[in-house]
């Protein structure tokens, strides 16, 4: 090979390896990123180059309570190569993070030994963006969960449900014997039906989250649906109070304003449309509660076009609270809650989504404490 061939050829073998690749000297300071490495950590090779790379490459470790490790660092002081290096990428100055998504790495970082002293000379940094896989797995973990509580809640649900039937029937009965002066027994039996009601609208609940059958599939026009959820706001007195039935009249909705952006391309899709209801009225209702009286609610929606079918896309974004970090693996299990006892069940999310499940459909959400969360509701188009 003529003189810088062989250079070149290195070159373009690291820039073809799928990998982001590093590789800093003796000192830890950078000097080559591939291409892979260029858009991965956000810093230009210009930049990157002569730096020290734990300001070019820092992982965060994914569980916050573990301490921050210099994986280069354990390497030029141990000489034996880390196999399993993972955590949450911090990305530079350029580096995609508009939507605030934590970057998740996986990959290892080798010593590279003198061909002929055996003295490390350098570190190089193999990795890559693991985000998407680790997305979907943690998706598909969550549907077998959820699944599986599903099957149990289903077998409960139908047990209790007919004991309740008969004490609210039986109780009621009893009560409408008693004669006008038996206040206290009245009191009683009212107390006793009322309590039963409840435990029948949690059983309810439970049914909707792990139910296997759709009722009434009809052609659904989702942006209507939407209009129309969103119009019987204004039909309501004051024009103040959000839309639509029970569960969000109870929200306070101040000053929220609510912005639509409706894709007139979308196609209708085949589902229950009281179904579909239920599940923008749960996550409009969270998203009221998260809102508590003022910030923005956004409600989009667009066609997505794929290879196999297309999808309608409901994207629900609110300028709330966020939701925790650490209730993120949790806000689809039922019971789940963070509201004082008694105000919340926790059965919304989960009831959404058995519902967008039985539909064919998936439901994601993004969010970042503090400053607001995005629910994704993607459901299949017609054939
Ligand atoms: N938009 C949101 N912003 C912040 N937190 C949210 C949002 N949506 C859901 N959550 C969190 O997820 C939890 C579970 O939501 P879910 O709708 O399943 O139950 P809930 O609202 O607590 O009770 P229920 O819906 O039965 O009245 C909520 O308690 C809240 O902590
Ligand atoms: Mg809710």
């Avoid at 996550?283 to 079918?309: D, M, S």
Wanted: charged residues 25%; aromatic residues 4%.
């Amino acid at each position: 090979m003529r003189p810088g061939e062989s250079e070149a050829w290195l070159s373009a073998m690291l820039n073809s390896i799928c990998d982001a690749v590093i590789t800093v000297d003796a000192s830890a300071l950078v000097t080559y990123l591939n291409h892979h490495a260029i858009s991965l950590t956000g810093w230009s090779a210009e930049d990157a180059l002569r730096r020290p790379v734990r300001e070019v490459f820092q992982i965060l470790p994914e569980d916050s309570d573990k301490e921050v490790q210099d994986p280069v660092d354990m390497v030029l002081r141990n000489r034996t190569t880390i196999t399993s290096l993972s955590g949450v990428l911090i990305p530079g100055p350029t580096g995609r993070q508009q939507d605030n998504a934590r970057i998740y790495i996986e990959g290892s970082a080798a010593p590279i030994k003198d061909k002929i002293t055996e003295e490390v000379v350098g570190v190089i940094l193999l990795v890559r963006d693991v985000t998407q896989e680790r997305q979907k797995r943690q998706q598909m973990m969550l549907a077998e969960r959820l699944a599986a509580l599903g099957r149990m809640a289903a077998g409960v649900a139908h047990e209790i449900n007919t004991p309740l039937t008969g004490i609210i029937i039986f109780a009621s009965m009893m009560s409408d014997r008693l004669s006008p002066e038996d206040v206290e027994d009245k009191e009683s039996l009212d107390i006793i039906v009322e309590s039963a009601e409840r435990c029948s609208r949690v059983v309810s609940g439970l049914l909707r989250f792990s139910s296997t059958i759709t009722s009434n599939i009809t052609n659904v026009d989702v942006n209507a649906l939407i209009l129309d959820l969103l119009e019987q706001r204004h039909k309501s007195p004051g024009n103040i109070i959000l839309p639509m039935k029970k569960v969000i009249r109870q929200a306070n909705l101040g000053n929220v304003s609510i912005a639509t952006i409706l894709d007139p391309s979308l196609r209708h899709i085949k589902a229950d449309a009281t179904q579909i209801e239920e599940v923008f009225i749960n996550i409009l209702a969270n998203a009221a509660e998260a809102l508590n009286g003022k910030g923005e609610l956004h409600i989009k929606t667009r066609l997505i076009t794929g290879e196999q079918h297309d999808l309608v896309e409901i994207e629900i974004t609110d300028t709330g609270r966020g939701i925790e970090e650490r209730h993120m693996n949790l806000v689809f299990e039922p019971f789940f809650t963070t509201k004082p006892v008694g105000l919340g069940t926790g059965l919304g999310l989960s009831v959404s989504h058995g519902i967008v499940r039985l539909h064919g459909g998936e439901i994601t959400f993004k969010s970042e404490p503090g400053r607001g969360t995005s629910f994704f509701i993607r459901l299949p188009c017609q054939a």
